[in-house]
């Protein structure tokens, strides 16, 4: 009798809006079955959906109630997870090196050690691109992980405590907020901040009076606001931010970030008690020749249309970290969450396949449009895109529906319908229960 060979080995790497939900497909659909041994690993514990980070920031979102834990999920969808940071890449052998663990005391979890694969998916996200600016990296906030975002938010609850409880008149920067980059992030956090502020000193704050005393300004390099949406988009945002008399500088290029504010390249200087950097993203720096694979300025993967890197047909990357050919057109897949979902699901398709001998399958991308969000009541964007030939602007409650849509979906491809519903209803029982912004 022979004994029957061992299941193929899937690795994945980076829980994010694309790995977990391959991870838990895959699971399902292989690892519960024996026909594959599927292992998640993050240097993470736990998974929030990145689009969520913003409201973290400004408080109207309780973290805990979103996070969703790698070890539970690995449990319940039959695959592995493994934490720690991927740090290297040896190809011949085909091993991950994985960096130790330690702990917030310094503690070590887990050692220095190398994981095999017969499959490797990267998906490791991006951060943020700070262009080297100076003074950037000590004193702007970057929004790329729970705990940043979650720091911010600490820091915003310090400033106005302080505010409160000092008798001298408050300083140039005091409470004024700077935001860098009016993409969607940069948009989307003024106006979730212009909501919050308000709601936290109503708390009591009432030294404060957040029409005089707090000031959010967005400062975008582009001649226009929501520079990669069409104009339209633009133009409505800009109304609804100018109604909550956010400022917005365009065609502003920073030249430094200081610890009292941020200086334009045309001299003009924006006190800032906080400074949040939402402008521009990479792959992280790690990728770059990680391998010996091909990688572009950016630091993303090169994959071709089947998602296979461009030197390795067993490695395979997805999402922010991989550079795709949007087929069709001139140019590579836009890094979003949307993006990031479809090319999961192909994934879960098409690996089955390449395990079976099989070429996989290009990925075409496909743009459903691009929704803002500025608060519970206005949301606008486009439907469709380029599916329809073209685009149509949408607002309003409708719109609104299409946004919350997008992190429905993802949680329905993590959870499936009854979860997703319960969970939907418990989060609605609570919020009428609970302060609507987070006070600590
Ligand atoms: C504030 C904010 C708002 C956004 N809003 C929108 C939006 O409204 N709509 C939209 O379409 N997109 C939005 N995006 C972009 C969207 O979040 C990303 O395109 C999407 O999350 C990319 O998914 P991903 O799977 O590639 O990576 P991510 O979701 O970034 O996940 C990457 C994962 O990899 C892990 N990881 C990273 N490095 C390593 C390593 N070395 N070893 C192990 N694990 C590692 C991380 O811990 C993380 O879990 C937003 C992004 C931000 C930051």
């Known amino acids: 009798m022979t004994a029957s060979p061992a299941p193929p080995r899937i690795v994945i790497v980076g829980g994010g809006a694309g790995g977990l939900e391959l991870a838990t497909r895959l699971g399902d659909r292989l690892g519960r079955r024996g026909r594959a041994q599927v292992t998640l690993i993050d240097k993470a514990r736990a998974h929030l959906w990145k689009p969520l980070l913003h409201e973290v920031a400004a408080g109207s979102m309780d973290l805990g109630q979103h996070e969703l834990d790698y070890l539970a999920q690995a449990h319940w969808h039959h695959f592995r997870y493994l934490v720690g940071e991927m740090v290297d890449l040896d190809r011949e052998r085909r091993e991950v090196e994985i960096a130790p663990f330690i702990d917030e005391d310094g503690?070590?979890?887990?050692?220095?050690?190398?994981?095999?694969?017969?499959?490797?998916?990267?998906?490791?996200?991006?951060?943020?691109?700070?262009?080297?600016?100076?003074?950037?990296?000590?004193?702007?906030?970057?929004?790329?992980?729970?705990?940043?975002?979650?720091?911010?938010?600490?820091?915003?609850?310090?400033?106005?405590?302080?505010?409160?409880?000092?008798?001298e008149p408050l300083r140039p920067e005091q409470l004024q907020v700077a935001i860098i980059g009016a993409g969607a992030t940069g948009v989307e956090l003024a106006a979730e901040l212009h909501k919050t502020t308000r709601e936290l000193v109503a708390y009591g704050l009432d030294r404060i009076d957040p029409e005089k005393d707090i000031r959010l300004t967005v400062i975008e390099a582009a001649d226009r606001i929501l520079p990669a949406l069409p104009k339209r988009i633009s133009e409505a945002t800009q109304k609804l931010l100018a109604e909550r008399r956010i400022q917005v500088l365009t065609g502003a290029r920073v030249a430094e970030v200081t610890a009292s504010g941020v200086r334009l390249a045309d001299g003009r200087q924006i006190p800032a008690e906080l400074v949040v950097w939402a402008a521009g993203v990479k792959a992280p720096p790690f990728l770059r020749d990680l391998g010996g694979l091909e990688t572009n300025r950016l630091n993303q993967l090169v994959v071709g249309a089947n998602l296979q890197t461009t030197r390795d047909p067993a490695v395979f990357a997805l999402g922010d970290c991989a550079s795709c050919p949007w087929l069709g057109t001139e140019y590579r897949v836009p890094p979003r969450a949307q993006a990031a979902h479809q090319q999961a699901s192909h994934l879960i398709r098409e690996l089955p396949r390449y395990l079976g001998g099989e070429t996989p399958r290009p990925y075409q991308y496909r743009d459903f449009g691009s929704l803002v969000s500025l608060g519970r009541h206005s949301t606008v964007g486009t439907l469709m895109g380029n599916l329809i030939g073209g685009s149509i602007l949408i607002e309003g409650l409708f719109a609104r529906f299409m946004y919350v849509s997008l992190y429905k979906m993802h949680e329905y491809a993590l959870h499936g319908f009854s979860k997703v519903a319960l969970d939907t209803l418990a989060r609605m029982i609570t919020r009428r229960t609970e302060p609507q912004v987070?006070?600590?």
Do not use: I, W
Request: hydrophobic residues 40%; aromatic residues 8%; glycine residues 8%.
């Open 107 to 167: 503690v070590e979890v887990t050692p220095r050690h190398r994981f095999p694969y017969d499959v490797l998916v990267m998906a490791v996200g991006g951060v943020t691109n700070d262009f080297g600016t100076p003074g950037a990296a000590p004193f702007a906030v970057m929004l790329d992980t729970p705990g940043e975002a979650a720091r911010f938010h600490r820091r915003l609850v310090n400033a106005c405590m302080r505010a409160q409880s000092q008798t």
């Open 438 to 440: 987070k006070l600590h």
